[in-house]
């Protein structure tokens, strides 16, 4: 178990495998997880990372103010509008959107430095920003998660106790938008029981590691082709 930083944008933290030679080598799998607000996206992203050995997490920029017990640099980068827009103009995010009146980006460099060195990222992001990544890395395996109704989205964001009555009928609207695009994505999860969710999510992740495309196979005794 541990912690491990790349680049301030890209951590691996929770199981941690050996250091066992591996069989077979692959460069690392980019894992998009988008959902409503409410829809648990968070939540299930922290728990399959408890689960998974080697699964890095992108910590994306945002403009938007914390929220009670988030962490600077483990939730999010917390910076200004001007900071974010210079980032945007010096070329340094992989993608960037505005969603709900903020700024939301993913640096690219530590992201394309992690996949390099074989780590599988986890990205907790908004539909915008994954179609820009699915442009840019269209390897990546995208996962929209989605509650049983839009009832039971409003009530989860009422019992969140973290927007104004207005914002929530915001971000009503925009689940609606969102919810839409479900089929743009490779997996569907729909998020009635939590541990339920986990286990699909885990269950995608770790196929996907196992995919022959993504894969070159090295056995010491045994001569194989390159492809």
């Known amino acids: 178990w541990g912690e491990v930083r ?3 944008g890209v ?22 997880v988008s959902a409503p607000s409410g829809a648990g996206k968070t939540t299930l992203c922290t728990e399959v990372r408890s689960l998974i050995p080697d699964l890095a997490y992108s910590v994306s920029y945002t403009t938007r103010a914390p929220r009670p017990g988030e962490v ?5 980068h917390f910076v200004s509008a001007p900071a974010f827009k210079g980032m945007v103009e ?9 969603v709900h009146d903020n700024y939301y ?15 599988d990222i986890l990205l907790d992001i908004d539909t915008q920003g ?7 890395y269209p390897e990546a395996v995208s996962i929209f998660i989605v509650a049983p109704s839009l009832a039971l989205l409003e009530q989860r964001l009422h019992e969140r106790k973290s ?3 207005r914002e929530i009928a915001r971000r009503m609207a925009r689940a609606r938008e969102e919810i839409a695009a479900w089929r743009e994505y490779n997996y569907l999860i729909i998020n009635r029981d939590l541990k339920e969710a986990v286990d699909q999510l885990a269950s995608i992740i770790q196929a996907e590691r196992c995919r022959t495309s993504r894969l ?10 390159e492809s």
């Open 11 to 32: 951590s691996l933290r929770g199981r941690m495998s050996g250091g066992v030679e591996p069989v077979a080598r692959r460069r690392g799998t980019l894992v998009v």
């Open 163 to 165: 927007d104004a009555p």
């Open 72 to 76: 600077e640099g483990e939730d999010f």
């Open 130 to 136: 994954a179609r820009q990544l699915r442009t840019r």
């Open 6 to 8: 790349k680049g301030g």
């Open 90 to 98: 010096r070329n340094e995010f992989a993608e960037w959107a505005v």
């Open 216 to 225: 070159a196979l090295n056995l010491s005794d045994l001569a194989l082709p």
């Open 105 to 119: 980006g993913t640096a690219a460099r530590p992201l394309e430095e992690a996949l390099a060195a074989g780590l």
